[in-house]
């Protein structure tokens, strides 16, 4: 099932190029408010299955839009937290290596490499066809790709066996990063780098879990002004998703609504004012950007 949030705020499912709005639904059974967020919606779908059975009741009746007649939001603006792993996969090592004089990280052990999560702000958050707007101060600032996961229950000290049952689903994460004053040899600048406004977007919509049943065997592509500067697949993570899952909630309590994004592949690039990029996470979609220079 494919999870939106559209036009005011709505929550809805999509189902081939049709939006079928379950917020209504949901508020007339008693189990979402006037005035709800995605994060109360996703709640209620995680764990409650009343909710879900109206969901899946929605999205097979009367009423629906065309998928092109809206305006598709961020699946979710108001995430209790967004961990971002670092350098998840040795070619972006290599590469920012290369590019940027970042430590060789190749000694790390997974637990040494995932204590080096990070938070993006919720404030950057934007949706599809939103624009990136690029700093002022920067002279380079690239995107960057991820493999996103929504938690759908309340986790604490889950083993990787038991990880993937705490998701509810997944959708595409840019992780937007200034490289430029502050990021040359240096990590600890990383919230600050890559939390300006407009550097997380989130999209296009939340596919749950049941849809893919392997994270880790996915295909990642992008376009940059059509031309192709992306291709990976999730299976090359260093640390994947239940790696993520287990060292997290070792260390703290996850939440449903709580964001993990699972680091880039490499091939990020420079954006310039004017580029356009298409994402696209096999089994989830496609999502587009525009890019702006800061006036």
Known sequence: ???????HNQAGVIVDDKVYNI????????????????LEIIDALANNPAAMQIAR????????????????????????????????YRAHQKEMIERMGSDDRIT??????????????????????????????SKLVDFECELCAVIGR?????????????????????????????GKGVQNTRNIRKGFDTFSALGPWIVT??????????????LQNGK???TAHTSDMICGLRDHIRFLTSCLTLRPGDLITTG?????????????????????GSMELNVKAEE
């Open 154 to 182: 309340r986790a604490r000290k889950v083993t990787e066996d038991q990880a993937l049952d705490y998701v509810f689903g997944y959708m595409i994460c840019w992780d937007i990063s200034q490289r430029d004053p502050w």
């Open 23 to 38: 917020g209504d639904a949901l508020i007339q059974a008693g189990l979402a408010r006037n005035g709800y967020t995605m």
């Open 57 to 88: 009741d929605a999205s097979q009746g009367a009423g629906a839009v065309s998928l092109s007649s809206v305006k598709l939001l961020a699946p979710i603006t108001n995430p209790g937290s967004l961990w971002a792993a670092a350098a998840n």
């Open 108 to 137: 790390k052990t997974k637990d040494e490499l995932m204590a080096e999560f990070f938070l993006k702000t919720t404030s950057s958050i934007i949706g599809p066809n939103d624009t990136v707007i690029l700093p002022t101060i």
């Open 1 to 7: 099932m494919k999870i939106c949030h559209y036009d």
């Open 209 to 222: 879990r049941d849809e893919i049943d392997e994270p880790q065997n996915l295909t990642i592509k992008v």
């Open 264 to 284: 880039t592949p490499a091939g990020v690039s420079k954006l310039h004012d004017g580029d356009h990029l298409h994402g696209t996470i096999e089994k989830i």
């Open 228 to 230: 192709e500067t992306m």
